[in-house]
């Protein structure tokens, strides 16, 4: 196994679809990091704030497609990051056009 990290056994509930031995706290932050903001309580991003900087969570919050709306707002507000930075928050093409 060498050196990687193993996600804690408290947060690795939340990883039911794959072999939770194969993730990687640091190879795969941006996974975790998703999937604890849309599926984790307080203590799973307790976590995460304590095992991550601000700058990866950021990162993860601005580039993610797939994030839930309700948790990018969540994460917009608290980091004070501005919405159209944010992927999952812009308007599709589709979206934006007028039916007749």
Sequence with gaps: MGNRELIPEKVQRLFWD???EDIDIKAHRA???RRI?????????KWMLN????EDIVGVVKKSRGLSHRSAWFWVHYFQIPPEEVECLKTSFMKTQKKY
């Design 18 to 20: 794959v072999n939770k």
């Design 31 to 33: 996974y975790i990091i």
């Design 37 to 45: 903001m849309d599926y984790g309580n307080m203590e799973d991003v």
């Design 51 to 54: 095992s991550y900087s601000s």
